[in-house]
Structures are given as C-alpha cells and as structure tokens.
C-alpha cells in the first residue's frame, strides 16, 4: 500500500527558531514529491522535488529530496508566526498524477 | 498565475437535497482535476479523478452514485453530492493539473454542511 508518513505530527517553536519537517515514503510509481502550506483554506503550493539531493530555496524555506532513502526535508530558519500552519507532504505518482498525502505537521511559531 | 477557484465557498442544504460545487481553473488549461474531501485536523482525502471529456475515476470506497463529477470543459470540473446526509458534512477541494505539467493547484475549498 502506498504510504507517505510525516513526523513530528506537531510542533511549537518560538520566533526565530528554525525547524525540519520530516517526510518519508513507500509508493510503487514515484514522480515527484511536493510541500504545501495550508492555513485556513486549501494548501498553497510549496515546493516539487523530482531530482534527489538538489535543494529548492524560497526565502527562509528549503527542501531537499533523498530518493536512495526515500525522504524529504523542510526546513524553515528564522521562524515567524505567519508560519503557522500545517505542511503537507505530497508524492505525485507517475501515470496517474495522483497525488498522495502524508496526515501534515501541525507548527505553531508562538512570538 | 494557476489560479483554480471554487463556488460556492460555502453551502448550507437540508438532508436528502443535492448540491453541486463548482471548480474553475482560470487562467490554464486542466486536463485533469481532482476531488478531494478534508475533516477537521485530518489530511486530504483523494475521491476521485476527472478527465476532460471522459468518466472519473473513483477512488475505492466512494459511491460514484452518491458523487457525481462532470468535466465538460477544460477549465471546469463539477462535483454534485447527491442525496446528501449529515456525514457528508465536510471541506471539498478540487485541484487542477496544468495541460502538461505534474504539480496540482488547488482551489480555495467549499465548506458543505448538511443539516
């Protein structure tokens, strides 16, 4: 079955901490990895990850993709808390485009 | 850019009644869209896949009866829950895939509640 699990399952953190957020997966048809950022409404597009070990910079958030052990990261230095959020993790499966979602991670930056 | 809006926003219907959601991709072209179902604090749930000009595609488990999808056009895909019941209450979001490209972009959502 097809899985893609993230940890923490929560976190809280003051402003100007940097956190990583944990993705892992088990998926027979990998085409890609995505990060969305959803607050209130539906999630908001982060990042896509195709190619292992090549780092995606937006601002204070990052990502990378190891596809040999099958995980992405997410990190976000400098912390604020427009950052609240929940961060999904996503894997795009080849054919279909369906995508697969991890249960998120759950930040509170508290000022 | 990729902008995929939603309507309604949000619905209120008694139970037994249909309502339909609508989902637009404004400024791309969408071959394919998704559905997807959210409760509280829980991750997004796939429903179903809609191709342009051909049936969707359910994901195990939901009634194709119960959750009708048209995609008539390129930029629009419709969801009607028929019928529906208090346990249907929930947050619906659509995506749309660009013509092309692998990453999906979603709608702003549409908050149903059944009374």
């Known amino acids: 079955e097809d899985k893609v699990v993230q940890s923490p399952l929560s976190l809280v953190v003051h402003e100007g901490d940097t956190v990583t957020l944990n993705c892992s997966y088990e998926v027979t048809n990998f085409r890609s990895l995505l990060w969305y950022k959803q607050e209130k409404k539906a999630p908001t597009f982060l990042f896509m990850l195709?190619?292992?070990?090549i780092e995606k910079k937006s601002g204070r958030l990052s990502s990378i993709l190891d596809k040999k052990e099958l995980f992405s990261i997410l990190n976000i230095t400098a912390t604020q808390t427009g950052d609240s959020a929940v961060y999904l993790c996503?894997?795009?499966?080849?054919?279909?485009?369906?995508?697969?979602f991890g249960s998120g991670t759950r930040l509170l930056v508290r000022p | 850019g990729a902008v995929v809006s939603q309507h309604p926003s949000w619905v209120i219907c008694k139970s037994g009644t249909s309502v339909k959601i609508e989902c637009r991709s404004l400024d791309f072209q969408a071959t394919t869209m998704f559905w997807y179902r959210q409760f509280p604090k829980q991750s997004l749930m796939l429903m179903a896949t809609?191709?342009?000009?051909?049936?969707?595609?359910?994901e195990q488990g939901v009634e194709k009866d119960k959750f009708l999808i048209n995609h008539a056009s390129l930029t629009l895909s419709t969801l009607t829950v028929t019928s529906a019941h208090p346990e249907d209450s929930s947050f619906y979001i659509c995506?749309?895939?660009?013509?092309?490209?692998?990453?999906?972009?979603f709608g702003p959502g549409t908050r149903l509640t059944v009374t």
């Open positions: 195709t190619s292992s070990g």
């Open positions: 809609s191709n342009e000009g051909s049936k969707a595609t359910y």
């Open positions: 996503a894997v795009l499966m080849d054919s279909s485009y369906k995508l697969i």
């Open positions: 995506s749309a895939r660009p013509t092309g490209l692998g990453e999906q972009y």
